[in-house]
């Protein structure tokens, strides 16, 4: 019997990280190809997995002539190729996939939303960007939510239809490998590199620096926290990005002068940091799902992070963390100075921390529950 045909897009490869691991389970039941920009890094991804690459050349940024001739190679792709599922991922490459599969009627059209990226747009832009997920929500058999709130926000704002949207199991697009992310098999010389004491109370960040993930709000509050506590430090991992959403001339000032924090840039590895660490912090304005809090959790790290979509359905307060309102650096700073001063509180939230992310996300398990999607929809 001939295995059905399953592609699956992303504008960059790089959101294939989402799903690895998951394509050689796929391949017992389908015949799995993955279509994306950046050639080589596409094919190195297809590599790893052992599945088939189409390289169609999208642009992140919108480019109606590009599109356009996008759109064509998708629609030539899948009437050449015929697949059965067609899985789209990222608003421009879910868009163009989703509208060539539904005008060459594939039977199967599988539209997952990792966010909402129109969130925290305004005028013009917002209305197309919205756009853009309806249309991809109208082509679509299946709409897939990484997290509850995307799915509910999608419905309120008139996205998708209610009895189209889920989301499965607990969402996440991939879960947590929880053997990598183990503290136990982890070594961390961080400390003794940053000359950070063993007795210092330590909050990370992973993450771009940008507004968008509330860095200003972090490093103000973590600044006025220092005032009264000389053996507390803060460790941001990841890159500045002076382009798109920089964070304030004020905050990159206090990164720079404040010998308590410890801006480390872009780390292939953040085990590291997290096993380094007491407490983590994502103090963003917007996320679909709030990845980085359940990496957290399984390297056994309490969070504190802010009351929005994705991240209020990862952290149970005062169970594996802390839950403070968006874009409220008061609220922000009166948590991390509370944790500080209640080490037993800490300590008890610690030990709640790996095992919610066993029980909910560990890798398998979600694998798992896709599996099963994928094959009750043929």
Same mark, same amino acid.
């Given at each position: ?37 950046? !050639?080589?890094?596409? !094919? ?282 968006? !874009? ?51």
């Amino acid at each position: 019997m001939e295995m059905k045909k399953f592609y699956i897009t992303t504008t960059i490869p790089l959101t294939f990280i989402f799903f690895k691991g998951q394509p050689r389970l796929w391949e017992e039941q389908f015949d799995v190809c993955a279509i994306s920009s950046e !050639k080589e890094k596409l !094919k190195a991804f297809a590599e790893e997995e052992g599945i088939a690459y189409k390289y169609i050349p999208m642009k992140r940024e919108i480019s109606l002539f590009s599109d356009f001739i996008c759109l064509i190679l998708f629609i030539w792709t899948f009437i050449k190729e015929r697949p059965y599922i067609v899985h789209g991922n990222t608003p421009k490459a879910s868009m163009l996939s989703m509208v060539a599969a539904w005008i060459t009627r594939r039977p199967v059209r599988i539209y997952m939303c990792h966010g909402l990226r129109y969130q925290g747009t305004k005028g013009k832009l917002r209305k197309l960007l919205m756009m853009m997920e309806r249309l991809s929500c109208m082509c679509a058999t299946h709409v897939i939510s990484v997290s509850k709130g995307v799915a509910d926000v999608m419905v309120v704002d008139g996205l998708c239809e209610k009895e189209k949207m889920q989301v499965v199991g607990y969402g996440s697009a991939g879960g947590v490998n929880l053997g990598w992310f183990n503290p136990q098999e982890v070594q961390s010389n961080i400390r003794k590199e940053l000359n950070i004491s063993d007795t210092s109370f330590v909050f990370c960040f992973v993450g771009r620096l940008v507004g968008d993930k509330g860095v200003n709000e972090l490093v103000k509050a973590f600044d006025r926290l220092c005032e009264d506590n000389k053996d507390v430090h803060l460790l941001l991992v990841g890159p500045v990005e002076s382009v798109q959403n920089p964070i304030e001339t004020k905050t990159s000032s206090i990164i720079e002068h404040n010998p308590n924090i410890h801006a480390v840039g872009m780390q292939k590895d953040v085990r590291p940091y997290l096993k380094a660490s007491n407490a983590f912090v994502l103090a963003s304005y917007r996320e679909g799902f709030g990845m980085v809090l359940i990496e957290a959790g399984a390297m056994g790290l309490p969070c504190i992070t802010t009351n929005i979509t994705g991240c209020n359905e990862i952290i149970v307060p005062g169970e594996n963390g802390a839950i403070v309102e968006s !874009k409220d650096q008061e609220s922000l700073y009166l948590e991390m100075k509370r944790w500080i001063e209640n080490p037993l509180l800490v300590e008890s939230m610690e030990n709640n921390a790996r095992r919610m992310v066993e029980e909910r996300y560990d890798c398998h398990k979600v694998w798992n529950n896709y599996y099963q999607f994928y094959k009750n929809v043929i």
